[in-house]
């Protein structure tokens, strides 16, 4: 019998999961997860309900607590999906859905924030313009929803919403605001100036504070609905990727974080922003207080490799296939020699990410050839994917960032023959993940410190995590992809001029 645990909350982009790590062994003891309906009303345009993600923490904790000992429950943190703010009246009720990170129907404004602000914006908040930020979302509103602004008075992230939820209680931290493009990452706190430059009321925005600070305790009404202690302290917490920094101990120096959720993020620690990355990569606030961490994006990352399968093994659910089926196709794809028989594989499906972030680009195969398996096509995709990571890796260490080894984690992690073809395209040691789920780690590991069960995040992350299995370059393969690789961003530039030209 474990003798207490801290629970973790995710917001994630699809689901919500609740998990419990248990003291001593830090181990993840239970779980649940809940999906929630993504809504698509218009091209460009993605979009959730935050009252789903209050319905998916509801059944989340109620079904978590039936597994553990509620009573022994310690602290909770919580982590969320990025930039997709929440809009509350003065009564705290929900005014319209939440643009998520990949709702793109502010392109007009976000090209001409560029033309505009890009300078001022770059000095001010780390980043060039790009629709995934808060910013150009809210100038959207400003534009075509003029109303629900005039109404708003409190504006939030989604863990900031849950915990508000649970406790009463109003606060965010700076890995959420990093995220708007409305944080100054040099003074650490709101920019009130560029709020008043675009007319946007400081006064909507919630008090920044540490992400391991107690940020409220479970209320009388919470304890008795979902059967958590009342009383209970609920760490401030973080966005999912920098509590997933914490969760892969890539908070640390020389350590490269590579998430392959839905997209894949290429994740490194800075002590400071660096103006060489500005428009290619994204600077955002580390959970270490005073640090940055830098993230390439990779928008079809376990996406893509989804969809490749969806399309060359006829799945309509990927999620479904049995274990036998997945290992035949790994085994498959692992006789597959570098460069997939002469075929290339564009990964661009919903345009392509850093360093380019450019949206008309689209997805491609070429070379082709009716001779060409299944097996093949599908390591054509995992190749593109990789070679498309490994592009943000290269910026990195064009300009001298120490990169040791890579942590490789969530869902895509479990392809053990993707996980080895990372490690031969970059030419570096990979580990992958004994937890997969590196942001609800990460929360947890927040909430420890909270609770005392740590003196700080870097301690927590170097005690706790772990990495279950080792894969090393192999040299033959890895001086054949340094070949292909050209092959690679020759295709891509060469087609990003034609795919300019149609767009």
């Not at 992690?413 to 990979?430: D, H």
């Amino acid at each position: 019998m474990e003798d207490s645990y801290i629970i973790a909350i995710d917001i994630g982009t699809s689901s919500t999961k609740c998990a419990a790590l248990a003291k001593g062994s830090y181990q993840i003891a239970a779980s649940a997860s809940y999906e929630y309906a993504t809504h698509y009303p218009y091209k460009h345009w993605i979009e959730q309900n935050p009252e789903d993600w209050w319905t998916a923490v509801q059944k989340g904790l109620n079904t978590l607590c039936t597994k553990i000992d509620a009573e022994k429950v310690e602290a909770i943190g919580l982590s969320g999906n990025m930039s997709a703010l929440v809009y509350l009246d003065k009564n705290f009720q929900v005014l319209r859905n939440s643009m998520m990170v990949a709702d793109t129907r502010s392109e007009i404004i976000t090209n001409r924030l560029r033309e505009t602000r890009k300078a001022d914006l770059e000095e001010r908040t780390g980043n060039s313009p790009i629709e995934a930020f808060s910013l150009p979302k809210l100038l959207w509103l400003q534009e075509y929803e003029p109303e629900i602004l005039a109404k708003t008075a409190y504006i939030m992230s989604p863990k900031d919403f849950i915990r508000f939820r649970l406790t009463g209680e109003l606060k965010s931290d700076r890995t959420d605001a990093g995220n708007t493009m409305l944080y100054n990452i040099h003074d650490q706190q709101w920019d009130r100036g560029l709020m008043e430059d675009f007319h946007i009321d400081p006064e909507k925005f919630l008090p920044l504070v540490s992400s391991m600070e107690e940020g409220g305790r479970i209320s009388a009404a919470v304890a008795e609905a979902m059967r958590v202690k009342e009383g209970t302290p609920v760490a401030v917490g973080g966005a999912d990727i920098a509590c997933s920094q914490a969760g892969t101990g890539s908070i640390q120096q020389g350590v490269l974080q590579v998430t392959l959720s839905s997209s894949a993020q290429i994740v490194v620690s800075l002590k400071e922003v660096d103006a060489r990355l500005y428009g290619k990569v994204t600077h955002h606030p580390s959970v270490v207080g005073g640090e940055v961490y830098a993230m390439g994006t990779v928008f079809s990352g376990g996406f893509g490799a989804e969809w490749g399968y969806k399309l060359i093994y006829g799945s309509e659910d990927s999620t479904r296939i049995d274990k036998k089926r997945m290992t035949a196709i790994e085994k498959e794809i692992q006789d597959v020699p570098p460069g997939s028989n002469g075929l290339i594989f564009l990964p661009f499906l919903t345009g392509s990410g850093s360093p380019h972030f450019q949206s008309y680009e689209n997805g491609t195969f070429l070379g082709l050839r009716a001779s060409h398996t299944k097996a093949e096509m599908f390591h054509a995709v995992l190749e593109g994917i990789s070679f498309h990571i490994y592009e943000s890796i290269e910026l990195y260490q064009s300009i001298d960032i120490p990169i040791e080894t890579i942590v490789i984690g969530a869902g895509g992690s479990n392809n053990r023959a993707w996980c080895q073809m990372i490690s031969n395209i970059c030419n570096l040691p990979v580990g992958k993940l004994g937890n997969h789920d590196a942001s609800p780690l990460g929360a947890a590991l927040l909430a420890s410190v909270t609770a005392g069960w740590f003196d700080d995040i870097v301690t927590a992350s170097r005690t706790v995590v772990k990495t279950t299995e080792k894969y090393h370059p192999e040299l033959v393969k890895t001086e054949k992809y340094r070949n292909l690789y050209g092959k690679y961003k020759e295709a891509a530039l060469t087609l990003r001029e034609l795919y300019k030209k149609w767009a």
